[in-house]
């Protein structure tokens, strides 16, 4: 017998969350209103990611482009994980200031910025300017450091 408390899992026992999130993928009650959920499976092919990822950041989804890039870099080839690994953690740092963590954001945009940048070469055969979208992340983790806003600014554009 299950509670009703008990974890909604998947034919093969992996637990699922299942619960309805607001907009900065924070889990909300069950039956209480959420935001459109991104699958966790999701998995795009790249040129489809980086568009779908873009408009999500746009629309201030943060935690919801993270899970379309997260996708695209546990599928892809090896060579092009820290690519995919670095813009995903862009796009968690982006989902800790927007829920007001200024440590994680910080520490994420940083980290998101290192592994883009290890993942430079295979940026152009994305169409993504490696160099703009780890400076904007430096530029952006800084002021977030010095006291800034965590909220200002644009997102960073993904495809050139």
Known sequence: MTSPDARD???TGRARNARPRDAAGRP???????????DEDVVLPPDEALREAQR?????F?????EVLEGAWKSGAVDERPFWQG???LAVGLTHAQRGNRRGAV??????????GA???????????AEGVVAWAQTRADAVEAGGDL???????LAR
């Open 119 to 129: 993942g430079a070469s295979v940026a152009g055969r994305h169409g993504v300017d």
């Open 9 to 11: 899992r998947d034919d």
């Open 87 to 89: 813009l995903a953690q």
């Open 28 to 38: 909300l009650p069950p039956g209480a209103a959420g935001v459109e959920r991104i």
């Open 151 to 157: 909220e200002a600014g644009s997102p960073p554009r």
């Open 62 to 66: 943060p935690f919801h482009a993270h």
């Open 56 to 60: 999500l950041l746009d629309g201030g």
């Open 107 to 116: 520490s994420l945009l940083r980290r998101g910025a290192e592994n883009l």
